[in-house]
C-alpha cells in the first residue's frame, strides 16, 4: 500500500513539470510561472533543473 501512497506526489510533479516546460515555451517569466502554478521561486528552479538534467540523459542516452 504505500506504493501507492507515493505514487501520485510522483505523477503531480510529472503534471507540474510538463506544465513548467509549456509556460517557459510561451515566454512566461520564472516569477509569472510561479504565480500560475503556486509554487516558490525556488521550486520552479528545481523542476526546471530537473528538466534539464532528464532532457540532457535521454539525449545522451539516444546519442550513443
Do not use: C, M, Y
Amino acid at each position: 500500500h504505500r506504493d501507492l501512497h507515493s505514487f501520485p506526489t510522483r505523477r503531480s510533479s510529472d503534471l507540474s513539470q510538463a506544465k513548467l516546460l509549456q509556460l517557459k515555451q510561451q515566454g512566461l517569466s520564472d516569477t509569472d510561472i510561479s504565480q500560475t502554478l503556486g509554487l516558490s521561486l525556488t521550486q520552479i528552479r528545481k523542476h526546471w533543473s530537473k528538466l534539464l538534467e532528464q532532457a540532457w540523459e535521454l539525449r545522451n542516452l539516444s546519442v550513443g
